[in-house]
């Protein structure tokens, strides 16, 4: 709709608002009226100017339908961010957020060669930066947003706006301060502008998950403003056939796994939002990069016999890529953690089998065990400790063996 149009349109809405009661800005907007939103359009509610009364941001915010009012509205590029269309004031006229009704703004932001006058950023600061202009004003009647200011205009992760914007000039012309949240001015009448939009995934994190060597945990926070469900791309690519979560849809509790991957390798993740119609790269979150585990979980541990007085015969499969092993052993008699196995066959272990030596004394002892494999990279990194093996006994204590562990007594 050209301008010229909308220009008509003000005058018919105002035959309007004489006849239909519920037109009438300076009035209260009730709850019912807050809750319209226009089909074409994803920015609905009112401002509030203590000087001029509400401002509109949707021809269905008037509680009559846009096919009575004519079509407009503001509406946000959600793959740019950037606003366009028009906002309405019963005392102002219309409010336009198009560069080509406003021209240049008077200063920065967006005042060199840009086509836009107003944009939202997405990135995690939720600023809406820029320009709107009260066309009736002229030169006067431009509105900073501020979105760089703490208290100037943001959409929150509910889509509500929240701050205020500004219009003054030098001479002291203007109506000075807006408001776009209720709670933003402390006012008893609960009204917001709200747009219907999604942002993008904040604080990916993507870290090892057993089995280490072959699997990676992605964690991003939720709520993203207006994401009804995301997706996960590996290397660029969606993940869509998977036996891990990642492909699951809608995906909403902001952590997934992706498994079957190459030990030793790095991946990166990107997690977009998507509304309950389609999804957007504009809300694509920044890369994350994770990397599995150079070697695996050892899986085959297990004892192949013992001998007194004090030795317990261990082994496992071999690992590809570990230089090493190490060995834990948890004393089952005894209260204690599991420790490194520090001296001995079982330490410093380059082979996939040891003879443990228990310490003298704990020969009837019950011993458990878990083996990691060992690389020293760079980095080094340390696989999955093996399940709990045991309990392994090295010499149990009997009449018959209590001489040949104590001799002479």
């Known amino acids: 709709m050209n301008f010229f149009k909308k220009i008509s349109l003000a005058f018919t809405l105002a035959v309007l608002a004489i006849i239909a009661v519920s037109f009438i800005f300076i009035a209260d907007p009730s709850q019912n009226e807050l809750a319209y939103a226009g089909s074409s359009d994803n920015v609905s509610g009112y401002a509030w100017s203590e000087k001029t009364g509400w401002i509109s941001f949707n021809c269905e915010d008037t509680g009559l339908s846009c096919a009575t009012t004519g079509d407009w509205g503001v509406d946000i590029d959600i793959s740019t961010g950037i606003f366009y269309g028009y906002a309405w004031s019963e005392n102002l006229g219309w409010i336009s957020f198009n560069r080509a009704d406003t021209g240049a703004p008077p200063q920065a932001p967006f005042n060199g060669v840009e086509a836009y006058i107003a944009k939202y950023y997405s990135d995690g600061s939720n600023q809406v930066l820029g320009w709107a202009k009260i066309l009736s004003l002229g030169d006067g009647g431009w509105i900073n947003l501020r979105g760089d200011q703490a208290d100037g205009v943001h959409i929150g992760s509910n889509g509500e706006f929240v701050g205020w914007a500004w219009n003054g000039n030098d001479d002291g012309t203007g109506i000075g301060w807006i408001s776009f949240n209720s709670d933003t001015d402390g006012s008893a009448i609960a009204y917001n502008a709200q747009a219907d939009l999604i942002g993008q995934p904040q604080n990916v994190v993507v870290t090892q998950q057993e089995p280490s060597c072959s699997a990676l945990n992605i964690q991003w926070d939720v709520p993203v403003l207006g994401a009804e469900g995301f997706q996960i791309f590996r290397d660029g690519e969606q993940i869509v056939f998977s036996s891990g979560t990642c492909d699951a849809w809608p995906l909403t509790g902001g952590t997934c796994n992706d498994i079957d991957l190459i030990s030793g390798q790095s991946y990166s993740y990107v997690v977009r939002a998507c509304t309950d119609v389609g999804c957007n790269v504009s809300s694509d979150s920044a890369v994350a990069i994770g990397t599995t585990n150079a070697v695996c979980q050892v899986t085959s541990l297990l004892s192949t016999g013992a001998e007194c007085p004090n030795s317990i015969f261990l082994s496992w499969d071999a690992i590809a890529g570990a230089d090493s092993y190490n060995v834990y052993r948890q004393d089952e008699s005894i209260s204690g953690e599991s420790?490194?196995?520090?001296?001995?066959?079982?330490?410093?272990?380059?082979?996939?089998?040891?003879?443990?030596?228990?310490?003298?004394?704990?020969?009837?002892?019950?011993?458990?065990?878990?083996?990691?494999?060992?690389?020293?990279?760079?980095?080094?990194?340390?696989?999955?400790?093996?399940?709990?093996?045991?309990?392994?006994?090295?010499?149990?204590?009997t009449p018959d063996t209590y001489e040949e562990i104590n001799p002479g007594e």
């Open 339 to 397: 420790a490194l196995v520090e001296s001995g066959n079982c330490s410093s272990l380059v082979t996939n089998s040891c003879i443990d030596t228990v310490p003298v004394g704990t020969e009837s002892h019950r011993f458990t065990y878990q083996v990691a494999a060992y690389t020293a990279g760079p980095p080094p990194e340390e696989g999955d400790l093996s399940t709990i093996s045991g309990e392994f006994v090295a010499c149990p204590y």
